[in-house]
């Protein structure tokens, strides 16, 4: 028997993770001894506040170590609850909480239990790379629709309204987003929650990075615009992105309690309850002290500041200045043009053996045309990538 013929068909659709790719590449070059700096990370380079470690110790030496409900220890349920209360203003019942093993576990889950074979999810483009093939696991089809950089990368209504079919069961918004950085406005959402209540599908928005947000910019949720809003709103966030907890894997879903009880069945059978010390040092993310967010907060928008400026000065670079998140997201097609490379995926594999630079590249993302830089790395780190990168566009440019 083929190997390929063990295997379930929904596998074989599968693309690898460009992101994990990519840093796996360059962690080997560097244990090699070769001097490779990464800006392809996607989490924040802080280590867990003091008081959070301090907790998940505390819990173990306790005794906390045993199975919790699989829904999410009701303490932490409750925390969740009061965050989202005192950020938006939102009130929700413990049933319409879940805690889960991290917010991709979450979105998961969250797709396993609303899609069948068929059905459609709208995904803005350029997107995080796992929503596609997460609703392909599902049995679902992603339809992509547009953010262009004339747009900063965000759809609007009449697009989303363009792509409805009635196989449509609900759209992702990620905002801010991943790989832009982008935020959508009170104003945008609006326009796109008419929609979904007009067509009656679902709204599924990733909040994941709602407390890295600079220039004055405001988070908003969908779920805050209406009542309708509110109920047809399935809120994904969790602690990796605001409290520096990413190998933690705590996340959460919010949102309608037939859809989150059917959630919650369905992680009793695949992960019995998110790791218990993990749930202990997100409670105490969400009930300590907040002081360690806005001071990472500020960090990277000081970060960004200093390095956007210097990243549009590459020549055939052209980038918007991000809202949020923790990525830059130039647009290389003219510096394509111009050094001869056929595909940012050739020019992002150059530029790691012959610069030294791990970037991502925008084909991973549904953004062809683009590379994904983070700037989750001390800025001396930071600056020195966008020296090397400028050195060999220079030296690959061809008039």
């Known amino acids: 028997m083929e190997l390929n ?40 380079d802080f280590n867990t506040p003091e008081n959070i470690l301090s907790a998940a110790i505390d819990s173990m030496k306790d005794g906390k170590t045993k199975y919790t409900p699989s829904g999410g220890l009701i303490e932490l ?33 969250l797709f396993q239990v609303i899609l069948n074979p068929g059905d459609e999810v709208i995904i803005p483009t350029p997107y995080w790379v796992s929503y ?9 089809v992603p339809v992509h629709i547009e953010g262009t950089t004339a747009a900063n990368f965000k759809v609007t209504a009449e697009q989303i309204e363009n792509a409805v079919t009635d196989k449509t069961k609900a759209i992702i918004i990620n905002s801010p987003g991943n790989p832009t950085g982008m935020i959508y406005t009170a104003e945008e959402l609006e ?17 994941i990075y709602e407390k890295l947000i600079y220039d004055g910019q405001e988070h908003i949720s969908p779920a ?15 602690v990796s992105k605001s409290h520096s907890m990413t190998g933690w894997r705590i996340g959460y879903v ?8 059917a959630m919650t069945n369905l992680a009793s059978h695949s992960t019995s309850n998110p790791t218990t010390t993990a749930q202990y040092a997100a409670l105490e993310a969400y009930n300590g002290p907040q002081d360690t967010v806005e001071e990472m907060r500020k960090d990277f928008e000081a970060r960004l500041d200093k390095v956007h400026p210097q990243l549009a000065e590459i020549p055939g670079f052209h980038v918007l ?16 043009e111009k050094t001869g490379f ?41 600056e020195e990538a966008i020296r090397r990168i400028h050195q060999f566009v220079k030296e690959n440019w061809k008039e």
């Open 321 to 336: 200045k991000p809202q949020g998140a923790f990525y830059l997201l130039p647009d290389v097609t003219e510096a394509l």
């Open 77 to 109: 349920k409750d925390a969740v609850i009061a965050k989202l209360e005192r950020d938006q203003g939102l009130t929700y019942a413990r049933e319409e909480v879940m805690i889960g093993v991290g917010a991709k576990h979450v979105l998961y889950t």
């Open 132 to 140: 596609p093939e997460q609703v392909k696991l599902a049995g679902g």
């Open 224 to 238: 805050q615009l209406s009542e309708d809003a509110k109920k047809r709103t399935l809120i994904i966030n969790g």
């Open 254 to 261: 919010a949102g309608d309690a037939e859809i989150v009880k």
């Open 5 to 44: 013929n063990r295997l379930a068909s929904r596998v074989n659709t599968l693309t690898p993770s460009t992101t994990l790719a990519i840093t796996a590449k360059a962690k080997e070059m560097r244990e090699s001894g070769i001097d490779i700096i990464g800006l392809g990370a996607g989490e924040p």
């Open 191 to 207: 326009s796109i929650v008419q929609v979904c209540k007009e067509k009656d599908i679902l709204i599924v928005s990733d909040e």
């Open 342 to 382: 056929a595909s940012v995926d050739d020019f992002a594999a150059a530029l790691l053996t012959e610069a030294n630079v791990a970037i991502i590249p925008g084909s991973g993302f549904g953004a062809p045309n683009t590379i994904r830089l983070s700037y989750a790395t001390s800025i001396e780190l930071i």
